[in-house]
């Protein structure tokens, strides 16, 4: 069902509202009668953060003002990534939104003090649209499965070229997203340092070996063409919010940036698309959605930016997937696979 909670916790949506509702008044300058109301999560996505959907209003000099928003929630006890990069996912929003290329909701406010939720939020504005969900999977029910192709191209086609946009944005500013290894503070490096953490973070005794043998691979081939850019770090529709005209209202999940390089978010992209929406075994590609040719060259031509080298950085994706697969079947969402497919999928020898 198209219906499912996959937040890492959840809570008692009430008491929520009366925790919400103290703050927000001493937060709005003159407001009173604040009132909070139509709390949900979101279904089918959301799975490394709680995120809460809610309606407030209140009265402003006799005025009655309302507005759609979003709690945001710093990860706790249940966490994807060992970075949880919370601060400098609010503050990329709010550089984003102000800046303008990127559809990013507005940033309103953040709490650091952990008191209220039992962890650091931040408040923002609820961008209505539709979101086209992992869990079930869009190609296979939903509204984007309904669609005719010509429908599908439209919202392919926005999807890359917002993704694109992200390649525009000037990295002056963004120095709040350096890494926090001296040698490792931006580029290919800042991204490889990441993932080198989160193996020594997630792997178990058995997996440690195979995903390290990946790594090492990859870094014998270590690709010249490193483009400098900005990372979103979940480069994919699912992670997009479109109107019914199938263009694009916001792009969401901003909580693993960089400073990593321009190729990392295309080729994150690709291989998202080709599991999503790609041709497999036992059906062809959702028609309409572009080839990884087609999502290639009007990347390229937006951007201007040379894709050389760019299966390396697929096979670096598929790296960091596979990291992800561990931390979120630690969580109790999926099984986890054996070694020998790891080791498939990396394209290396099971240690032995």
């Known amino acids: 069902m198209s219906d499912q909670i996959v937040a890492p916790e959840t809570r008692d949506l009430d ?6 509702s103290g703050w927000l008044a001493r937060r709005l300058e003159g407001a009173s009668d604040v009132h909070i109301h139509n709390l949900s999560y979101p279904r089918g996505a959301g799975q490394s953060h709680e995120t809460i959907l809610f309606d407030a209003n209140w009265l402003v000099h006799g005025e009655r003002v309302a507005r759609g928003l979003v709690v945001r929630i710093r ?63 869009y190609r296979e029910t939903g509204w984007v499965a309904e669609a005719a192709p010509a429908q ?32 490792a503070r931006e580029g290919l490096a800042q991204e ?7 193996i020594a973070w997630v792997a178990n005794a058995e997996l440690r070996p195979v995903l390290e043998a990946g790594m090492a691979r990859l870094e014998k081939s270590w690709p010249k063409n490193q483009p400098p850019g900005l990372v979103w770090g979940d480069a994919r529709i699912g992670n997009m919010m479109f109107g019914d005209d199938f263009d694009v209202v916001a792009v969401m999940d901003w909580e693993q940036p960089s400073l990593g390089g321009a190729l990392h ?20 590609p ?54 020998a497919e790891f080791a498939k999928r990396l394209k290396v020898a099971l240690p032995r």
């Open 15 to 20: 008491i929520l509202a009366g925790q919400l």
């Open 75 to 137: 990860p706790t006890g249940h966490q994807v990534f060992p970075d949880t990069l919370f601060e400098e996912q609010y503050r990329l929003m709010d550089f984003l939104h102000k800046d303008g290329r990127v559809r990013v909701a507005r940033i309103y406010w953040f709490e650091e003090d952990a008191t209220l939720l039992g962890a650091p939020f931040f408040v923002m504005e609820k961008k209505l649209g539709r979101v086209p969900v992992s869990i079930p999977p």
């Open 152 to 183: 599908r191209a439209k919202l392919w086609e926005n999807a890359v070229r917002q993704m694109a946009a992200v390649q525009s944005v000037p990295l002056e500013g963004l120095g709040f997203l350096r890494g926090a290894t001296p040698d």
């Open 192 to 198: 490889w340092d990441k993932y080198r953490r989160f």
């Open 265 to 284: 978010d295309l080729a994150w992209f690709l291989v998202n698309s080709s599991a999503m929406h790609g041709a497999s075994a036992s059906q062809p």
């Open 286 to 339: 959702l028609a309409g959605m572009g080839s990884r040719a087609e999502t290639i060259a009007l990347w390229r031509e937006i951007t201007g930016i040379p894709a050389d080298e760019l299966e390396w950085y697929e096979e670096f994706t598929i790296l960091k997937y596979s990291c992800c697969s561990l931390s979120t079947a630690k969580l109790g969402r999926y099984p986890l696979a054996s070694p």
